[in-house]
């Protein structure tokens, strides 16, 4: 890594890498971030990464891509380590030894020798040097870091003299630098695996996507958690444009009448122009949202964001539906500080089941057209939030043409891939002939609809 | 004005900044590459402090611009003295309409806010632009010629350009979503909680009278609240106010009463102070 064009081969493998990712790096931040290697040098690994962050990154998201591909592209060191050569066997007893006191000396250097150490003697997998890989799931497996809680308690205890008030947080502490041990694992099996596959192919595959871009349909628990963080931020960000939005437009044509009788006292001259003035309607918002287990997710975020913006509107009404409908309004109190528990606590509260467990939008939306009809008027934008999998049942599109004619606008969101519409029991090209009907897959997607449809 | 990174940590922990690795790495590059460094991060964990060290250090005057919805041109950049210019125009009674008008658009009559006054002038200067994402959109456009040509256009005198480029600093606590085109011209820093270690450090900078083993308990009490979904998490400053108050009272170690009198200073809602009794196993408050 020392001849100057390998420097910049690296540097801009390494930006295609981060921009294969959706962070938008132009070449001024390239020519930026080359200027920082030349400044900082390569001696410094730390350095090195902060000053490419701080050069190629533009927000505190990114940062969770940044570091694992950083790690691909600018490896802390390539191979094996020296003392494995030496062919000495692994012995799982004595690593587990050694990782129980680094854990409770809370010594990162030396966690990341020993994760290296662990990924080396426990990861590898396959006989042929073609076939074989590094795993740190297998290493995980094996090493078991969890079960060694107890023991690294007694160590940090025998320390310390115990007693103080502080240690009833020790559990927890434990169980944080166990988690961050895990990560250095599962980094450097990465790290392995690239150095045998090509980087590139890694860095696109085995980095998970910022939480903006997380599939609404596969993300999994943390992710969920984490989308719900993003939902005040996100928020904020859609209040202000619409905030923007609704300035602009109040601002009006000009009132013909009023500015000529303004123009008297100016012999006729039109000298202030009168704008007409608009009656502030606040738009009414009514959300139809599938809450089943398949789609559960996305419906449970964005009711969490319309229930964010909603002083934004002069009425907003949510309907959870399964096979059955049911109000879940009064649910999502404003400011009811447990997003977590929201999916929970519609499911335990509202009928939103019959006769059986599996969605049915025909039924869903027929029941909603006779019990709630008066919820829809002139004013009322509606989304329809759901896969629109109506699990072969009769897709009852008179119910939805009835809401669409009392209705402003219908809109419907669907979390599915474009192209799985219409396949297997999906009745979404039916329903997107008599509404509106977009993908809306991840938590960016949704930001975008959100303040294009949303009426002003 | 730094030579290494490892200067520019040393130099700003004399001021009583300590930086982790990230920030002195940044605030080099920062002054290497001359480019303006756009800071975001939680409150209270120094943002605005980094910009004052670094102005001790260099030597340099700070020149701040306090960002609030409404902000405008006048406000940021310059103003034309109309008192003084009606005063020079009603003074020169005997003189032609050519003369008076050029005048009175002369740098005399300028006010220089503070943008323009950190472009103009030779002695150094750092400029902080505090809390960015509270200005309105329409004033970033204003700081992209400031910030990527350090230059400033006053209609009636011209462009102004900068003879010594200042240190300039953009604080962001991310309430309203900055421009990629600002963005863009700024190296990005982001300033989270620091690890323990240093928290234990700066702590104990802050409060001399704290004694290591508080200190330590100090910081992973608020470690463990800051795991906590709470809904504001407490940062650095309040866990330096807390050290202080935990002097104030007298205690010097943690116990359940001092923790459950003082937890006030950490926490600023009901709620939250509930979840962290129980998570800290506090008597019901």
């Known amino acids: 890594m020392t001849a100057p064009s390998e420097i910049t081969t690296r540097l801009t493998g390494f930006a295609a890498a981060l921009r294969s990712h959706g962070i938008r790096i132009g070449t001024g931040e390239t020519v930026d971030a080359a200027r920082a290697v030349a400044a900082l040098g390569f001696a410094d690994r730390e350095r090195l990464r902060e000053g490419l962050a701080a050069t190629l990154l533009h927000g505190t998201g990114q940062r969770q891509v940044f570091d694992p591909v950083f790690d691909l592209y600018f490896p802390q060191r390539v191979g094996a380590p020296a003392a494995e050569r030496e062919g000495e066997p692994q012995d799982r007893d004595d690593l587990r030894d050694r990782l129980a006191a680094a854990l409770a000396a809370n010594d990162p250097a030396l966690l990341g020798r020993l994760a290296v150490e662990a990924v080396d003697g426990f990861g590898g997998y396959g006989s042929s040097p073609g076939s074989d890989g590094w795993s740190s799931y297998q290493t995980l497996d094996r090493l078991r870091p969890q079960t060694l809680l107890a023991r690294v308690r007694d160590g940090v205890r025998a320390g310390s003299g115990g007693g103080a008030f502080a240690d009833r947080l020790l559990d927890d502490e434990i169980r944080r630098r166990i988690e961050a041990f895990r990560a250095m694992v599962a980094a450097e099996a990465r790290r392995r695996v690239a150095e045998r596959r090509g980087r590139e192919e890694i860095a696109r595959r085995a980095v998970a996507p910022t939480a903006d871009r997380v599939d609404f349909l596969f993300a999994g628990k943390a992710q969920l958690a984490e989308l719900r963080r993003t939902v005040q931020p996100l928020a904020r960000k859609l209040a202000t444009r619409l905030a923007a939005r609704r300035r602009r437009a109040a601002r009006g044509s000009i009132d013909l009448r009023r500015t000529l009788r303004g123009s008297l006292s100016t012999g006729g001259v039109p000298m202030r122009p009168v704008l007409r003035r608009r009656r502030p309607v606040r738009p009414e918002l009514v959300l139809l949202c599938d809450v089943s287990g398949s789609v559960s997710g996305f419906s449970d975020f964005t009711m969490l964001l319309v229930q964010a913006l909603h002083d934004q509107f002069s009425k907003v009404r949510v309907f959870a539906f399964v096979n059955r409908i049911d109000e879940v309004t009064r649910l999502l109190v404003h400011g009811a500080a447990d997003p977590e528990g929201l999916g929970a606590r519609i499911r335990a509260e509202a009928t939103l089941t019959g006769w059986h467990g599996s969605s049915d939008y025909g039924l869903a939306l027929g029941e909603f057209a006779e019990r709630y009809d008066e919820a829809v008027g002139p004013r009322t934008t509606v989304f329809v939030l759901g896969d629109a999998r109506t699990n072969m049942s009769d897709p009852n599109l008179p119910a939805l043409r009835h809401i669409g004619e009392r209705a402003r606008r219908v809109y419907w969101l669907n979390p599915e891939q474009r192209s799985q519409w219409g396949t297997g029991d999906s009745a979404a090209p039916e329903y997107a002939e008599l509404v509106e009907m977009h993908e809306c897959r991840n938590a960016r997607q949704l930001g975008e609809l959100v303040t294009r449809l949303l009426p002003v | ?285």
Not at chain 2, 22 to 47: I, N, Y
């Open chain 2, 1 to 285: 004005m730094f030579t290494s990174v490892d200067d520019v940590s040393a130099r700003l922990a004399e001021t009583g900044y300590l930086a982790s690795p990230a920030v002195a790495t940044t605030v080099f590059l920062a002054d290497r590459l001359g480019k303006p460094l756009l800071v975001e991060g939680p409150a209270g964990v120094g943002k605005t402090e980094l910009a004052k060290a670094v102005a001790e250090v260099a030597g340099a005057r700070l020149v701040r611009l306090q960002c609030y919805e409404g902000v405008d041109e006048s406000r940021a950049l310059y103003e034309w003295n109309h008192a003084k210019q009606l005063l020079r125009i009603s003074a020169g009674r005997d003189e032609t309409w050519d003369e008076a008008r050029t005048d009175i658009f002369s740098e005399e009559f300028l006010l220089p806010r503070p943008l323009l006054t950190a472009i103009r002038g030779d002695e150094p200067k750092v400029l902080l632009i505090d809390e960015t994402d509270k200005a309105d959109v329409e004033v970033e456009g204003l700081l992209l010629e400031v910030l990527s040509d350090f230059q400033v256009t006053v209609p009636e005198l011209g462009t102004i350009t900068a003879t010594r480029r200042p240190f300039v600093v953009l604080t962001s606590n991310a309430s309203r979503e900055l421009s990629e085109a600002l963005r863009r011209r700024c190296l990005f820093l982001h300033i989270g909680f620091p690890d323990e270690e240093l928290e234990r450090r700066i702590v104990r900078l802050k409060v001399p009278g704290l004694d290591a083993a508080l200190a330590e308990s100090v910081v992973r009490v608020v470690g463990a609240l800051r795991a906590l979904d709470l809904r504001k998490v407490p940062s650095v400053a309040e866990t330096v106010d807390w050290a202080r108050t935990l002097i104030a009272l007298g205690a010097d170690t943690l116990g359940e009463t001092v923790v459950r009198d003082s937890l006030g200073v950490l926490l600023k809602h009901q709620e939250d102070i509930l979840k962290a009794a129980a998570k800290l196993d506090l008597d019901a408050l």
